[in-house]
């Protein structure tokens, strides 16, 4: 599970069959995702001008 | 994981909402709030495609079957797109400040989450994507992200406050049922489907994973008996947004 979060910035990443997770540093005020098919999260960063493309999501 | 960057142009000091994909034609549709309008970015080229003018402080987007709904949060509106052809096929009246959205393609109607106003209460709305049916509900707080059941029979809201889980049968509205959240600010919302089970982001810093395919079996008709397990994420006073469910 994919979370991302306006302030500082990041995605955490949640196993829920485990409870690990794992933190992805995007930019201050990224806060909303689309999850592209199969293993792509595209974060929207208005810091980046545009969309931050994570491939292994 | 690695990462790349895609510009979307007019982006200086601006302001993105939600985004959705759609399968086919593997087109990524944002909501760019501040300029008024819907971006949309080829998965397969990764390459900004078009920007698509006239959707009013565009907040909630949802995408399915080849459809696209956005909610207009400055129009009071909810705009039916063609994914492949851009085209707007339709726009739907909706309460003031309609933010959080879902589609259902059966029964060929969209759900928003309108925040209201001074003299609107909020209010989760069902329309008639053709035709002129509507079913609405008087929220208990400000609703955030909503998202339907695999069956699509039923919808599940985020309510930031009191943060809980709000549940109704689709298309009516009705078998309302409110589930408290063990964390604030509930917010961001995302379904596993082939699991029945939801997932709630909360600004007080908990995800909470709650299995969701209970409520209709429950017996007594009141609170269903329903796991609910919190994984602490962030610490208090972080902002979660709508989430992303893989799997």
């Known amino acids: ?57 | 994981v690695t990462a790349d960057t895609i510009g979307i142009p007019n982006s200086l000091g601006t302001s993105f909402d939600h985004g959705a994909f759609e399968p086919d034609p593997r087109r990524v549709f944002n909501a760019h709030t501040a300029r008024n309008c819907l971006e949309v970015v080829d998965a397969d080229t990764n390459r900004h495609l078009a920007t698509l003018q006239g959707f009013p402080g565009a907040a909630g987007v949802v995408a399915g079957k080849g459809s696209v709904l956005v909610a207009n949060r400055g129009g009071g509106s909810m705009a039916w797109v063609d994914a492949r052809t851009l085209e707007t096929r339709t726009v739907l009246n909706t309460g003031p400040r309609p933010n959080g959205a879902a589609i259902v393609s059966s029964l060929q109607v969209a759900v928003v989450a309108c925040i209201g106003d001074d003299t609107h209460a909020p209010q989760l709305q069902v329309l008639g994507l053709e035709g002129d049916r509507r079913w609405s509900v008087d929220l208990p707080g400000r609703p955030r992200w909503c998202v339907v059941d695999a069956k699509e029979e039923r919808v599940f809201l985020a309510i930031r406050n009191p943060s809980m889980e709000f549940a109704a049968n689709l298309p009516e509205l009705n078998a309302i049922q409110h589930w408290p959240l063990p964390s604030d600010g509930a917010h961001g919302m995302d379904i596993n489907h082939a699991a029945d089970l939801l997932y709630v982001a909360c600004d007080g810093g908990s995800l909470v994973e709650v299995m969701s395919g209970l409520d209709k079996r429950s017996a007594n008709g009141r609170s269903p008996v329903f796991r609910m397990r919190p994984f602490i994420i962030r610490q208090v006073g972080s902002c979660m947004s709508p989430l992303k469910i893989r799997g």
């Open chain 1, 1 to 57: 599970v994919h979370v991302a979060i306006e302030d500082p910035g990041l995605i955490q990443t949640v196993d829920p069959l485990t409870g690990s997770s794992t933190q992805f540093i995007t930019a201050k005020g990224a806060k909303t995702t689309a999850l592209v098919e199969p293993d792509r999260l595209y974060v929207f960063s208005p810091l980046q001008k545009g969309v931050l493309d994570l491939k292994g999501a």
